[in-house]
Nanobody
């Protein structure tokens, strides 16, 4: 049974940091790429970053490059999103999702099969 559970969201001041975790079960990270998405109120879901199954290659949208880092721990079957220098515009519900096979770019919603329930990130003073 496939399960994805996100954690680590919360309230942080601008310039602060958070680390999101995505714990996967029912599949392994060497066969499934993982993508992080976010959805702000009134906006569509946006792919933020992905890490490829085969070799761990990573991809980011321009607005988070240099601030966010995606990584994975194969042994723990967990993917992380380290978010630094957070801005109010990063406020959103963040979702983790899995796609069978390799990832070659920033994640696209339609490519991902399994989804977590989301975790709220609020950046505000």
């Amino acid at each position: 049974q496939v399960q994805i559970v996100e954690s680590g969201g919360g309230l942080v001041q601008p310039g602060g940091s958070l680390r999101l975790s995505c714990a996967a079960s029912g599949f392994t990270l060497d066969r499934y790429s993982i993508g992080w998405f976010r959805q702000a109120p009134g906006k569509s879901r946006e792919g933020v970053s992905s890490i490829s199954a085969h070799d761990g290659s990573t991809y980011y949208i321009d607005s988070v490059k240099g601030r966010f880092t995606i990584s994975r721990d194969i042994a723990k079957n967990t993917v992380y999103l380290q978010m630094n220098s957070l801005k109010p515009e990063d406020t959103a519900v963040y979702y983790c999702a899995a796609s069978y096979g390799n990832s070659w770019s920033v994640p696209s919603f339609y490519e991902y099969e399994y989804w977590g329930q989301g975790t709220q990130v609020t950046v505000s003073s």
